[in-house]
């Protein structure tokens, strides 16, 4: 079957980019020349998508290798013919569930799964195995979707499960909790950058009782169900994912090298490039210069809210590290520019039916980044809002009067007034948030405070300047 032929296959012209790239890669994995399919994808958006996600599912080295040529210039510009002002999204929102009945499950391994035919697919809104009508016992359920992991960092993810069960991310098996066996559950962590990454959870019930639940937890995020929210999404541009497919490609590694310093450098795909480069083997020689200031660029643009994460700290540290093997007025440069960089990290909690937060008091240098992690296990709804000095009962008095403003929970019940700071949102029972800033040059006694109505009169505490 020619190229041609492949192309005007009902599953290539798909709504589903899952079904998409698992075709594409079907297709090479197969036969079919990789690059050839990619010059006949390339003109269009959606199926050149599809393909750089496939790059990665592509078994032989040798033809992944020759696309290099081809993927590289993507990462850094496209094409005008392939340019969009609103990215499109890869991952189509919520999560795809394959249904399977069997008299017996010998494993839930994905080959395993992927041998038969589902009973049936369909959507649902998160990792369940409530399938709609559903039989009691001896069922399998395969849970695909992207999660889009809001901050660059260390996260785990956890399945507990009564039978088996499996936990798969970026085509990688990350968690095994398979076998008969009553509720358990069996986490794994990982490094993964800020974005969508694919997810893939199997699952089957031998009979008797049943159980199953995926939870995460990274970077401001405390151990909980992944929300809706969370799942599908965007991956964040067609450039993105091409950078995403460069790194997959053996054979260059001192031009891929190369490549993401030179990315670094220009603020593209901030994440990427220093996740590759400090997890570099080596480091070649003749980019040692060139590295030095892009680090000194990209490092202090990560943002606030992914400075507390693993990866941060391996940046900063790979930073110092590359410092130390260059001249001594470009080391000089790179050390000042990832110094100070240090994140004030404040956790703050709502004390159940208290109204009041756990904490009356924190100190932060000015100017200096800082993030809060809020969480509120109480029955009514808080948030934090940080004033200007002297400005605590007046917000709260407009705080008051929103009581009576109909879009009240629109607005977060945040007053509107050039005193006010820094916001979170507002947060229910169980829910947690962050808000991540600056704290102010000037030095002085800021206020915090719930501005949901009669909240602010106890609710409240003071953010030292130094």
């Not at 050839?36 to 790059?55: C, H, I, P, Q, T």
């Not at 795809?96 to 994905?110: G, I, M, R, T």
């Not at 540290?317 to 001249?327: C, E, T, V, Y």
């Not at 002297?390 to 007034?417: C, R, V």
Request: proline fraction near 7%; glycine fraction near 8%.
């Amino acid at each position: 079957m020619g190229i041609r032929d492949w192309l005007s296959l009902e599953v290539l012209n798909s709504k589903s980019p899952t079904l998409r790239i698992n075709a594409i890669a079907a297709i090479i994995n197969g036969g079919e020349n990789a690059a050839a399919v990619l010059e006949s994808l390339k003109k269009d958006r959606n199926g050149l998508e599809a393909f750089l996600a496939a790059v990665p599912l592509i078994r032989d080295d040798a033809a992944k290798s020759a696309l290099y040529s081809s993927i590289r210039p993507l990462a850094f510009e496209l094409p005008h013919e392939l340019a969009s002002t609103s990215p499109q999204q890869l991952a189509e929102p919520g999560v795809k569930f394959d249904y399977y009945e069997q008299n017996s499950f010998p494993n839930c391994a994905l080959k395993t799964y992927d041998s038969w035919t589902p009973k049936r697919s369909g959507k649902l809104k998160v990792l369940t195995h409530n399938i709609p009508n559903r039989r009691p016992d001896k069922f399998g359920v395969k849970l695909t979707t992207w999660v889009n992991i809001p901050a660059t960092g260390k996260w785990t993810f956890s399945i507990i499960s009564d039978d088996g069960s499996r936990l798969y991310l970026d085509g990688k098996e990350l968690i095994n909790n398979d076998g008969n066996h009553g509720p358990a559950e069996k986490s794994a962590s990982v490094e993964l950058s800020e974005g969508p990454h694919k997810l893939v959870t199997t699952y089957f019930d031998s009979g008797g009782g049943d159980a199953y639940g995926v939870t995460w937890a990274g970077p401001g995020v405390k151990k909980q169900r992944i929300p809706a929210k969370a799942l599908g999404g965007s991956d964040g541009g067609l450039e993105r994912t091409a950078a995403l497919a460069l790194r997959d490609l053996p054979g260059h590694d001192d031009a891929i090298f190369a490549d993401m310093v030179s990315l670094l450098k220009k603020g593209k795909h901030r994440d990427i490039a220093l996740a590759y480069l400090a997890g570099a083997k080596s480091v070649p020689q003749k980019q040692l210069s060139a590295l030095g200031k892009a680090l000194a660029i990209g490092v202090p643009e990560t943002p606030i809210a992914a400075r507390d994460g693993d990866a941060f700290k391996k940046a900063v540290a790979f930073a110092k590290k590359i410092a130390g093997q260059l001249p001594a007025d470009e080391a000089k440069a790179l050390t000042t520019a990832v110094s100070n960089l240090d994140l004030a990290l404040i956790r703050l909690k709502a004390i159940p039916e208290k109204m009041l937060y756990d904490r009356i008091e924190f100190t932060v240098k000015a100017g200096k980044p800082v993030k809060i992690i809020f969480e509120n296990p109480d029955a009514q709804p808080h948030n934090i809002i940080i004033c200007k000095p002297g400005s605590y009962e007046e917000i709260g008095a407009l705080a008051d009067k929103m009581i009576n403003d109909p879009n009240g929970f629109a607005k977060q019940f945040i007053p509107e007034s050039d005193k006010v700071l820094h916001t979170s949102k507002l947060i229910n029972q169980g829910q947690t948030t962050t808000m991540s800033f600056n704290a102010p040059a000037e030095p002085g006694d800021y206020p915090y405070v719930c501005t949901f109505p009669g909240h602010w009169r106890l609710m409240k505490g003071v953010m030292h300047v130094e």
